[in-house]
């Protein structure tokens, strides 16, 4: 006959029988168990005091719990010589299994030790005795208020159908589950950025009509930048959006599910039961897929923990306790780590600004609107552009030292004015030099006309420049050359003949060690003959 375990209510039935009168031949005929199970019941309810004859009521919770300890005890089962040798080896086994020895290892190695034990009997005795495979009890955490948290994951769910051109596409998806109503939205999408959280952020409070108090986001780098349990660093520009749209972030710790346990497995779930098996050919029909899903089919299933259908539950106790829903769009901003050349230069979105020389190789963050560029030192503006178009540069003219700044920007106007300053001839010289269609390459040209007019004076320079304009000679080197015939030498004055002092000590030659030469002495001789 088959082993079958007989239930308490049916051990509560054949105690009662038996109190009533009943043999016991016919309680076993009646409830279709062996007779020796009924007996050995009885026997245990004698143990615990009870006699045929008494009342049901007699049946109290408190001896039926004796009985049936009674009955699990005289069934208990005595373990075997494997079990034994593993009892002797249980410091060793207790030790490899907490360095993070795997147990078919163990096993090999007590066979190498010549203790044979078969891998069954030691998974059991690691079980039982010593914890192996049991996780932690946990509590789970309080649903909390309604509107107050929404969980957010991402993760890949789905392809896009080859196109055009061929290949096919893979696209991910930002996952929003309310922590108390679990009415799913879901926004597919490429890339996991920054930009895209922000964009899936706003469809999700477009789509609930009003913004939760708090997110609970996994660990992305597109929303964390550094993970920490205590003092997570947060993306700046999602920081920025939470501050404008009025909720709070509350990351999950790194590599812990039990943070966000209620959606652990949503990435999972959508990616089989929304996207699998269905053809989409862009990211928009993922999107009106996705729409469907959550709102006609997710929406109205029941919830296996809840037991609400999620959307029924939302749009009764949780739509109005969210925060107001926003009434204009976000612009997205962009974030940049900046840093401004030798050329006084930074990139930002594709831009080039300038920046002052103070600022020139200094780590700056710069932060990129439709109209605005703004660059932060150390968490202070620093400079401020108007955005300009990719490519194109937003130059302020206080940023370049002052002498450079005429030759950067090829300000021939500047040069003009500064020669205006030597003289009314001396600016008509300058403008005569720029004048033609590429003014800017004679820039050295009038920079050496001023450079001449300091260097011999306005009035001289003028006067000189006045006679080249009447000729029409418009030529730098030739009114240079006019300028330095026209100056003349100043006069010095006359300086008295030098008088060669007589030698204080004179001495005839014979004084000397050494002699003439004899080129010397021939020619003095033939001077004679003569």
Known sequence: MAYREVTMIEVKEVLRQWLAGVRKKRIAARLRIDPKTVRRYVSAGESAGLRQGQDAKALTDEVLHAVQASLHSSNERQHGEAWARCEAQRQYIKRS????????????????????????????????????GRTAATVPVADGKPGEEVHLDTGWVGWLDPGPLGGRRRFRAWIFTPHFSRYRFVYPCFAESTATAIEACEAAWEFYDGVFGVIVPDNTKAIV??????????????????????????????????????????????????FGGEHLATIEDARSHARRWYAEEYGRRRHSTTRRMPREHFESEERACLLPAPVEPYEIPIWSDAVAGRDHFARVAKGLYSLPDDLIGKALVARADRTTVRFYRHSLIVKTHPRVADGERSIDRSDFPAEQMTYAMRDVTFLANQADEHGEAVGRYARALLAGPLPWARMRQVRALISLARKYGGERVNATCKAALAADLVDVRRLERMIQIAVQPEPTAPTAAKVIPLARYMRPASHYALPRSSSTRSKKKDNTDE
């Open 97 to 132: 299994l907490e360095s993070r020895v795997r147990l078919s290892k163990i096993r090999r190695l007590l066979l190498r030790n010549g203790v044979d034990v078969p891998y069954s009997t030691l998974h059991r005795y690691a079980v039982a005795e010593l914890d192996f």
């Open 225 to 274: 930048r550094e993970a920490d349990p205590l003092d997570p660093k947060i993306v700046i520009g999602f920081l920025e959006y939470a501050q404008a749209r009025g909720f709070h972030i509350d990351p999950a710790r790194k590599r812990s599910p039990k943070d966000k346990a209620r959606v652990e497995r949503s990435v999972r779930d959508t990616r089989d039961d929304c």
